[in-house]
C-alpha cells in the first residue's frame, strides 16, 4: 500500500509505463508498493517487480537487493522482473523477450516536412475531439480491433481494461478522429505523470475505415497536449515490431532503455531461500 507521499513521489518521477502505479492498479488490479528506488506490485500469488529506479542512478546491486527482501517478505508462486538488464540472480530465467522504450525530446520539437504533409492531408479527411470516457464507438472499434488482431492473451487483457483506464485515472487523456461521415476511425490514449514525462499508452485504429494518416494526426495531437502540460519528454511505449518502430523514429523518438522480461515460479523458492539465509544454492537436479 502506498502512501501519499509515496504516490507523489512515484508519479514525480515515473518514466516508463509501468512505473505509473495508478495505471497498473487500473488494469491488473495489482496493489503497488515502493522499495527503496524501485515500484512493484502484489497480486494474487503474483509479484511483479519494475527494475527502472525512478531516480535513473541505482544499479544492479540495488534491484538485487530488492529481489532478495520482497521474495523473502511474499514468497509468491511467480515472479516477474522487467528490468533493462536481467541480473544473475536466484534462477531467475528470461523469456527471450527483447525489445526497447522509445523516447521523444519535447523541447524544441519540430515535425518534418514528411509528417507534416502526412498530418495536414490526414486533417482534411479526421477531425480530432478529446472526450473524457470510452463510448459505445470506442467499445465497439476496440471489439473489432481485438478480433481482427492476433494479439497476445496479455495485449487482450490490456485492452478490455482499457475503459476502466480511462474512468478511473484522471490524468489520462482521451482523443478520437472521426471522418466526414461521423464515424470513429482511431483513438488513443495517454497520461501525463507529475513531473517531466508524458505517456502515449494505447492505439486503436479502425480494420475496416482506414484513413491514411490517423494514427499521425492522433500523434500530434497528442504531443500538442503534453506540451501544453510543460512536459520534456514522451515516452511512446515500445518497439513492438519493424513497422511501430519505424512509425516512432519517423516522428524523430528513438530507442533510449532496453526492455527485458524474466521470471521464477514457485518450485525455485528452496534454492532461493537458501541463497538469500545461507548463501549457497540447492544443486539443480534437486527440486522442492
Not at 488490479?29 to 528506488?37: M, S, T
Not at 514528411?114 to 473524457?132: C, I, T, Y
Not at 508524458?198 to 480494420?207: D, Q
Request: with cysteine; net charge positive; aromatic share 10%.
Amino acid at each position: 500500500m502506498l502512501s501519499a507521499a509515496e504516490a507523489l513521489h512515484i508519479a514525480s518521477h515515473a518514466w516508463v509505463p509501468e512505473q505509473l502505479a495508478d495505471y497498473v492498479t487500473a488494469v491488473s488490479g495489482k496493489e503497488p508498493f515502493l522499495v527503496g528506488d524501485f515500484v512493484c506490485y502484489r497480486g494474487e500469488g503474483v509479484l511483479v517487480v519494475v527494475g527502472y529506479p525512478l531516480s535513473q542512478t541505482s544499479g544492479k546491486q540495488d534491484l538485487i537487493q530488492v529481489l532478495k527482501q520482497t521474495s523473502k517478505e511474499f514468497r509468491p508462486e511467480r515472479l516477474r522482473l522487467i528490468a533493462p538488464e536481467i541480473p544473475l540472480w536466484g534462477g531467475l530465467k528470461p523469456t527471450g523477450v527483447c525489445d526497447n522504450y522509445f523516447r521523444l525530446e519535447l523541447e524544441n520539437f519540430k515535425l518534418s516536412p514528411k509528417v507534416r504533409n502526412m498530418v495536414r492531408r490526414a486533417g482534411q479527411e479526421l477531425e480530432v475531439r478529446e472526450s473524457s470516457g470510452l463510448g459505445r464507438e470506442h467499445e465497439a472499434l476496440l471489439g473489432e480491433f481485438l478480433v481482427g488482431k492476433q494479439l497476445s492473451r496479455e495485449s487482450q487483457e490490456l485492452l478490455r481494461a482499457l475503459p476502466g483506464y480511462v474512468e478511473t485515472v484522471a490524468e489520462t487523456i482521451l482523443l478520437s478522429a472521426f471522418d466526414k461521415a461521423q464515424r470513429l476511425v482511431s483513438f488513443c490514449v495517454g497520461q501525463m505523470g507529475a513531473g517531466d514525462w508524458a505517456f502515449y499508452m494505447f492505439h486503436v485504429n479502425s480494420l475496416s475505415r482506414r484513413v491514411p494518416g490517423s494514427s499521425d494526426i492522433l500523434l500530434e495531437a497528442f504531443i500538442k497536449k503534453a506540451l501544453e502540460h510543460n512536459k520534456r519528454f514522451l515516452n511512446l511505449g515500445l518497439g513492438i515490431n519493424p513497422g511501430v518502430s519505424f512509425f516512432k523514429k519517423k516522428w524523430g523518438a528513438l530507442p533510449f532503455a532496453p526492455y527485458r522480461e524474466a521470471g521464477l515460479t514457485r518450485r525455485n523458492w528452496r534454492s532461493i531461500l537458501e541463497l538469500i539465509f545461507f548463501g549457497k544454492r540447492t544443486p539443480p537436479n534437486v527440486e522442492s
